[in-house]
């Protein structure tokens, strides 16, 4: 067990990604603290994953909600070895749409949040010479001109993650990202059946997308996340690997 006895915080767990992340934790022996904002999908969800398993709500768009998911592991587990900044909200406009109400909640989820859930979590962090996850994006690098403000937002997490990383090495705390790329979690399948899609969409598309033939799935990242939270990834720090079935920047694909 990869993880066993370490104390994990995953926000956004309740469903994707994070709760693919949660699961895997689980199974490799850590107690996760599952963060989210719909009740009834997170009892769902800490259900299913067992005794190893609680549920914190909080809106990370209120202050308040870094130190009540600390407060939260903290009084069900008595110490934080992990912290995965998961969660996110998506879409966006190109710049001539772009309106400040969105920017803002953009930025605060995607950005402000996670930097103030690491601060609240600094001092157990350094306690335990804990391990931060950050779940960025491959738009981190430039994005597509529609997403705009998330790109900004997941480019923000990239610079944040290494900057921390630079400082805090010698207190022992270590800061990495994944930049995932397209995944089929269910909200993804969801809204692009409610933009027009047809059921079962995500068989029909071609091998220019999804080089391998199928897309990624939350299990498959979340795989490529248990090695950031462990002792193996020590000494590690200021890592950004992108998760995807292309490389960013340039790409010639050979036909079939």
Not at 26 to 41: D, K, M, P, T
Not at 213 to 220: F, S, V
């Amino acid at each position: 067990m990869r993880l066993k006895g370490k104390v994990i915080i995953v926000t956004g767990g309740t469903s994707g990604i994070g709760a693919a992340i949660a699961t895997a934790a689980i199974r490799e022996g850590a107690s996760v603290l599952v963060h989210g904002i719909n009740e009834a999908e997170g009892k769902a969800t800490v259900d299913r994953l067992g005794p190893k398993a609680v549920l914190c709500i909080a809106d990370l768009m209120n202050d308040d909600a870094s130190q009540i998911i600390v407060d939260s592991a903290l009084a069900a587990f008595g110490k934080i070895d992990g912290l995965v900044n998961n969660a996110a909200i998506f879409g966006g406009t190109n710049i001539s749409d772009q309106e400040l109400e969105h920017y803002r909640a953009m930025i605060q989820i995607n950005l402000t949040a996670p930097l103030f859930l690491i601060k609240a979590a600094f001092e157990e962090l350094k306690k335990t010479r804990g391990s931060v996850l950050n779940i960025g994006s491959i738009n981190a690098h430039a994005g597509e001109s529609r997403l705009l403000a998330y790109s900004i937002a997941k480019g923000g997490m990239q610079t944040m993650t290494r900057n921390l990383a630079n400082a805090n090495g010698v207190h022992g705390v270590r800061f990495n990202q994944i930049n995932p790329g397209w995944v089929l979690t269910e909200r993804e399948e969801r809204d692009k059946i409610a933009a027009g899609a047809k059921p079962g969409w995500p068989n029909t598309l071609s091998r220019t997308d999804i080089p391998f033939g199928a897309m990624t799935t939350p299990e498959q990242i979340a795989e490529g996340s248990i090695y950031w939270l462990g002792d193996e990834s020590i000494p590690f720090t200021g890592s950004v690997f992108d998760l995807d079935q292309f490389t960013i920047i340039g790409r010639n694909p050979e036909k079939l």
